[in-house]
């Protein structure tokens, strides 16, 4: 395909426009966080509890009190502008099922014009459709499939065929967005990770292995998660192997040997989410200390964000019992990433 050269070029100043913006607000970040004063870099925001599947070890969809009415596209771009004004450089939208929200091309679109990185969890059964209208701005994306094994996946994740559309979508997706395929790992699948490398690597796919976690919100009683938990010193020396051996399969050392280590405990709090991170619901609720323990509930509705952030101070470096044994990347990982910048370089030029 040739490009007219006056869409080159409107391209490049978007494209130098965007990482100028980007790279001013990640330097402040980095500063503030430095000089000890709370500054948010990164949200979480789950923009729909609607979701199509029934995985097993989830509980989103069991969970009742997840019938909530969800923000307008209006208010939506509202909190964006504030999350740009603190400081945000990178949204990941998570649900329920990201691409199930109305107007979802059109968050990613206006976050783009931001300069807000943009990343999303999909389970790929609507993103070969999508693609088309998100490819020129989303950033990244994590297809999940959790087994090489068609059955054993679509057993897990409660829809027939799922593990075909995941596939086709994530192959076609990495020729215009940076895809990674997610598997989340239990005792069951643990041996047969070397399988996924292969199919993956087959496919010209990245693939980052995570060990299933409990979350004990509302339903999580119901799911298989707790009978289902990987021995971590296993994972770590299975994934390790691995990435030796496969130059796909992503390894993060600072989280892998979080992992080993058995997770997050008082000894090794390294967990720095109330500080850096905005944990946003599809009402607008914002969560402290984290998106899935709700100690705090503050409505971005009513109040605004940077009047939330002060309020939420008191979060900051404060050890609960049930961040006993957490080893959830969405929320540690921008604690880790800060902290570890040499290791996230060789990271990110993993995926």
Not at 49 to 76: G, H, M, Q, T
Request: proline residues 4%; charged residues 25%; hydrophobic residues 40%.
């Amino acid at each position: 395909m040739i490009i007219p050269m006056r869409t080159y070029n409107v391209m490049k100043i978007r494209l130098g426009t965007f990482l100028f913006r980007t790279t001013v607000k990640a330097l402040r970040g980095f500063f503030k966080y430095k000089l000890g004063i709370p500054n948010p870099v990164a949200a979480q925001w789950e923009i729909t509890y609607n979701c199509n599947f029934k995985c097993k070890y989830c509980n989103v969809w069991r969970n009742k009190n997840n019938k909530v009415k969800e923000l307008s596209l209006d208010k939506i771009k509202n909190i964006i502008d504030q999350l740009d004004r603190i400081g945000v450089i990178w949204i990941t939208f998570t649900g329920g099922e990201p691409l199930l929200k109305k107007d979802f091309p059109e968050i990613i679109k206006y976050c783009n014009e931001k300069g807000i990185i943009t990343a999303i969890n999909d389970n790929g059964s609507l993103l070969k459709r999508k693609l088309p209208e998100i490819k020129d701005y989303l950033n990244s994306i994590g297809v999940s499939i959790d087994s090489h094994d068609e059955r054993i996946n679509d057993d897990i994740r409660g829809v027939k065929g799922s593990f075909k559309k995941a596939l086709s979508s994530a192959i076609e997706s990495k020729e215009y967005i940076r895809t990674v395929v997610n598997m989340t790992v239990t005792s069951k699948s643990l041996n047969s990770l070397e399988k996924m490398a292969v199919l993956c690597k087959r496919n010209g796919l990245k693939v980052a292995f995570t060990p299933v976690s409990i979350i004990p919100t509302e339903g999580y009683e119901k799911t298989c998660a707790k009978t289902v938990m990987v021995d971590p010193v296993k994972f770590y020396d299975i994934v390790l192997k691995l990435s030796k051996k496969y130059d796909n399969v992503v390894f993060f050392k600072p989280y892998m040997e979080l992992i080993r280590d058995g997770g997050v405990s008082r000894s090794n709090f390294v967990c720095q989410t109330p500080k850096l991170m905005i944990n946003l619901k599809p009402n607008g609720d914002v969560i402290y200390p984290c998106g899935y323990f709700p100690v705090k509930r503050f409505s971005a509705k009513k109040m605004s964000i940077k009047e939330i952030v002060k309020k939420s101070r008191g979060f900051v470096g404060k050890y609960f019992d049930f961040c006993d044994n957490c080893t959830l990347f969405c929320f540690l990982g921008p604690s880790l990433v800060i902290n570890n910048v040499k290791e996230f370089r060789k990271f990110a030029k993993m995926i």
